[in-house]
């Protein structure tokens, strides 16, 4: 089993910065892509951020410039850092990874959230 541990989060003002962390503990697992999206009420996940264990950085387009997503494979744990934060940026947000077994394969696991608040 996989369990995420989420930090950071909270409220800031627009233009302000917030970080967020996830750190993944599983016995016998490698990560091969560890990454956050992100929910508003009433509208479907989005993607934030995402980086695979060899490299491999992508963002959503929303954020591109504005967040940064770093891996350290040492202890498999990302951070990402929210800088120039907007008020739509306000949403709660999910860890998501990408764990691999050898005899089940990749599976997804999802963090249980953390709310981020940009008030204008």
């Known amino acids: 089993q996989v369990q995420l541990v989420e930090s950071g989060g909270g409220s800031a003002q627009a233009g302000g910065s917030l970080r967020l962390g996830c750190a993944a503990r599983g016995n016998f697992h490698t990560f091969p892509s560890m990454g956050w999206y992100r929910q508003i009420p009433g509208k479907e996940r989005e993607l934030v951020a995402t980086?695979?264990?060899?490299?491999?950085?992508d963002y959503g387009d929303s954020v591109k410039g504005r967040f940064t997503i770093s891996r350290h494979n040492a202890n498999d744990s990302i951070t990402l850092q929210m800088d120039s934060l907007k008020p739509e940026d306000t949403a709660v947000y999910y860890c998501?990874?990408?764990?691999?077994?050898?005899?089940?394969?990749?599976?997804?696991?999802w963090g249980q959230g953390t709310q981020v608040t940009v008030s204008s």
């Open positions: 998501k990874v990408i764990a691999y077994l050898t005899w089940t394969g990749n599976r997804d696991y």
């Open positions: 980086a695979g264990r060899f490299g491999g950085i």
